[in-house]
């Protein structure tokens, strides 16, 4: 068969009611071993490459302080610090 992949982003539900009259009960899972996904599965994975991208802007994961306005601030000039 033919390998599959399937991602979800996380805004194509409806977000749950943490009030939800009906949850869903949790139950533990077995502790799977990281050989039981089959060592011959994993030996047709392959690296291909890995990029670094080079800027001469600060990188996010140093910064103090993170402000973000996102598509819903529509342009610059509804974006004001204050």
Not at 48 to 66: M, N
């Amino acid at each position: 068969d033919a390998v599959r992949c399937l991602t979800v982003r996380s805004t194509a539900f409806a977000p749950v009611c943490e009030t939800n009259p009906n949850p869903v009960p949790i139950v533990g899972a077995p502790e799977v071993a990281p050989t039981s996904c089959g060592a011959e599965a994993m030996s047709l994975a392959e690296f291909v490459d890995a990029k670094k991208h080079r800027s001469d802007r600060p990188e996010l994961t140093s910064a103090d302080v993170i402000v973000s306005g996102g598509r819903g601030m529509k342009s610059g000039e509804n974006f004001k610090a204050n």
